[in-house]
Each structure stands twice: as C-alpha cells, then as structure tokens.
C-alpha cells in the first residue's frame, strides 16, 4: 500500500510539474468583479486542463494592457474601449473572449440635482469621470448628447473622479461613475437612501460598451502551443464563471481567500458577486459580433475628438472560443 501511495504520489508531482504556465493580469484589485477566474483555479478546473495559472491582481497604477507589452501576463481583463484605443496607438491587442455580456458602468447622481434626463438636465453640472482608459464611454456619450466636455453653460465640467465615492458625498459632483455591482453600493452603504438617487446605466442610454474581454497579444495567436493553452483556459474560465453564477456565497468566500490586503468584506463580496452574475449571464465567453459592433460605434462617434479614428480591422477572433467551446 505504501508503495502504491507514493507512486499515486509521484504521479500527482509529474502532472504538476508538466502543467502549462499561464499568467492572467486582472484589471483591477481582488473582489468578485474576477470571481470565474479565482473559481475557476480554486475549484481545479485550470488543473483538470493541465494549466498552472497566475492570477495577477491589478490596481490604480497598473496598466493591464502595458504589463501585456513588456511581458509580464499572456492574457489580460480589459475594457473594449481602452484595448481598441491601445490597438489604434500600435499595440496589437485581439479579443479571444467575451465573458461580461452586458455593461455595469452608470452615472449615479444626486436627486436633489435636480437631474433627471440627461438630455436635458447634464448641462452646466459637474460629473465624476475615472480616466485611465475608463473616460472613453463617458466621453462617447457626452458626444452624442452634444455636451461640450470643456465645461460652461452648453456642457459639462468633468471632475477627475478618484476610485471612490467622496465626489458625491461631499457633493462636488452633481453624478459620479459607479459600477452597478460596486460604487453602487458604497454610496448606499454610506447612507444616501436609494430614493435619493437618480442612475442612468450606459446600456440604458444606448452607449454601453464592452468590458471585461479577455486579450492577447497578437503575436500569441501565432504560436500554436499558447493557442492550445489559451483554449483550455478560456474553457475553465468559463466553467468558473457558470459555477460563480450559480454559487455567488462560496464564490465571494473564494474572492476573500485570495485577497491579501484584507479590506474586502464577505458581505460586499456577495453582494457585487450576485450583481456580477447579471452581466455574465447569457455569454458563453464567444463574442457577441453585434455588441462588438455597438462598442465600435458607439467609440466611433466621438465627433472632433473619437476614441477610436477608424473601424479596427482583426480586433477579436472566435479562433479560441470555438475550439474551447466545442469540447
């Protein structure tokens, strides 16, 4: 039996020890905005592929799409916008899956704003905006309203919006960004009362745009060897992310086990786990060709100043979501 056991053993070390290495880089900081992946790798789905995955968490002075180019991650969490914009300036980056299908970014604004239709009531009022990649929808959407972004009475003055709430608690903005799974949250949780608030989600408006895709450099789709990896992990991610879907309590305490800063709480977790799964849900990782033509234009229509000068060509490939897909 002994014997038995250590050749049981030794076989567990060889599959370890013969697992491809995968680095993910994450958008933002550990919570459950990245739950399918954690899942995912602490249920062993990466494993049962015979991958070793890295889960590097993100934050404020991390730039997925820059740790991409100097090599530092295979694949990367970003935002449509930022990776089309990234792709326009030279960095060859391609979407080889679509796990957000739906978009969680809104303005949230103060009821006694007095705002109450963006078309007619954003005039002259300061709003929140996040930069760093994130100011592209805003800045789309301010285009198609026809507001000026320079300020006075005919636009809006945009406040350089920190990855907080304070703009809206202090009342320096009449609305701020916030994430319909996340900031949300953290306004109520603060104590203004839902009915003291006015939201408009992006999708509502008609200028949602893609987040959360994965991609790669396009350099990586020519080496067969990643391809394959990158097949098997595009299918364990999206196995994480149905189960996360489905189990969005363990999926928060998972979330926590890997968060070593300590400041999450599981009941936030939860929370934002269970409003996650509201825009995961529908999407089995393959891109969605018309809501990456919504993005397309939406980024296009950017008047004097797009975000993107010109449709992109070889952008994203379904080369990975069909084979992982498939099996």
């Known amino acids: 039996m002994k014997r038995l056991m250590l050749g049981c053993a030794a076989l567990?070390?060889?599959?370890?020890?013969?697992?491809?290495?995968?680095?993910?880089?994450?958008?933002?900081?550990?919570?459950a905005q990245?739950?399918?992946?954690?899942?995912?790798?602490?249920?062993?789905?990466?494993?049962?592929e015979g991958l070793d995955v890295t889960i590097k968490a993100g934050g404020p002075d991390i730039a997925p799409t820059q740790v991409l180019a100097g090599g530092g991650a295979d694949v990367i969490v970003e935002w449509m916008p930022a990776a089309l914009a990234a792709r326009e300036k030279g960095l060859p980056l391609v979407n080889i899956?679509?796990?957000?299908?739906?978009?969680?970014?809104?303005?949230?604004?103060?009821k006694e704003s007095g705002i109450s239709d963006p078309k007619t009531d954003f005039a002259g009022k300061t709003l929140g905006v996040w930069f760093a990649g994130n100011e592209y929808?805003?800045?789309?959407?301010?285009?198609?309203?026809?507001?000026?972004?320079?300020?006075g009475t005919d636009g809006v003055t945009v406040l350089k919006q920190g990855f907080n709430v304070?703009?809206?608690?202090?009342?320096?903005?009449?609305?701020?960004?916030?994430?319909?799974?996340?900031?949300?949250?953290q306004v109520i949780d603060a104590g203004i009362g839902p009915d003291d608030l006015v939201t408009f989600k992006y999708e509502d408006q008609g200028v949602a745009t893609l987040e959360?895709?994965?991609?790669?450099?396009?350099?990586?789709?020519?080496?067969?060897?990643?391809?394959?990896?990158?097949?098997?992990?595009?299918?364990?991610?999206?196995?994480?992310?149905?189960?996360?879907e489905e189990n969005p309590e363990e999926a928060a305490e998972i979330v926590l086990e890997n968060d070593e800063t300590g400041a999450q709480t599981i009941e936030h977790q939860t929370r934002m786990m269970t409003e996650i799964g509201k825009l995961t849900a529908g999407s089995n990782g393959a891109l969605d060709e018309a809501d990456y033509q919504r993005t397309v234009d939406t980024l296009l229509a950017g008047g004097s100043d797009p975000v993107i000068s010109e449709a992109p060509e070889g952008a994203w490939t379904?080369?990975?979501?069909?084979?992982?897909?498939a099996e």
Request: include cysteine; proline fraction near 2%; charged fraction near 20%.
């Open 166 to 185: 304070d703009p809206l608690l202090q009342k320096q903005a009449a609305c701020i960004s916030t994430m319909t799974y996340n900031e949300y949250w």
């Open 137 to 151: 929808p805003f800045l789309s959407w301010m285009h198609t309203l026809g507001l000026s972004t320079e300020g």
């Open 12 to 31: 567990a070390f060889a599959g370890a020890a013969d697992a491809q290495e995968l680095t993910l880089q994450l958008k933002w900081v550990t919570q």
């Open 212 to 244: 959360d895709g994965l991609y790669v450099l396009e350099s990586t789709l020519e080496d067969e060897a990643k391809v394959a990896d990158l097949e098997k992990f595009v299918r364990a991610s999206m196995k994480g992310w149905k189960y996360a």
């Open 318 to 325: 379904h080369a990975i979501t069909d084979k992982a897909l």
């Open 97 to 110: 899956a679509q796990p957000f299908k739906a978009s969680g970014m809104m303005l949230t604004c103060l």
């Open 34 to 48: 990245f739950g399918g992946y954690y899942v995912a790798k602490d249920k062993g789905f990466y494993e049962e």
